[in-house]
């Protein structure tokens, strides 16, 4: 949990177990490690049309359901023409 300080401000991106991708700035975190994001946005990937981007806002993520956080480099992510890009969706983690 220490480790979730340093991205606390910064833009990052999280899996979660059910193939989702949400996009957003980490305004914080608790000790279950659920995430608060604001201005985020759930990434949808197809590869028919690109990635769809979809407004979620303020947007609270429960720790148990997050996969993998990483933070995100704003000049690739500028660089990047999400329309361009096809990709078959993540599939759900099934226990």
Same mark, same amino acid.
């Given at each position: 949990?220490?480790?979730?300080?340093? /991205?606390? !401000?910064?833009? +990052?991106?999280?899996? %979660?177990? !059910?193939?989702?991708?949400?996009?957003? #700035?980490?305004?914080? /975190?608790?000790?279950? &490690?659920? #995430? +608060?994001? &604001?201005? &985020?946005?759930?990434?949808? /990937?197809?590869?028919?049309?690109?990635?769809? @981007?979809?407004?979620?806002? %303020?947007?609270?993520?429960?720790? !148990?359901?997050?996969? %993998?956080?990483?933070?995100?480099?704003?000049?690739? @992510?500028?660089?990047? !023409?999400? &329309?361009?890009?096809?990709?078959?969706? *993540?599939?759900? *983690?099934?226990?």
């Amino acid at each position: 949990m220490a480790t979730l300080q340093g /991205y606390v !401000d910064h833009r +990052v991106l999280l899996i %979660l177990q !059910d193939g989702r991708a949400i996009v957003g #700035v980490m305004a914080g /975190y608790d000790q279950k &490690s659920n #995430v +608060v994001l &604001s201005n &985020s946005k759930e990434r949808v /990937y197809s590869m028919d049309a690109g990635v769809e @981007e979809i407004e979620l806002g %303020l947007y609270l993520v429960k720790g !148990d359901q997050i996969v %993998l956080i990483g933070e995100l480099d704003e000049a690739l @992510e500028q660089s990047v !023409d999400l &329309s361009t890009i096809r990709a078959e969706p *993540i599939l759900p *983690i099934r226990y």
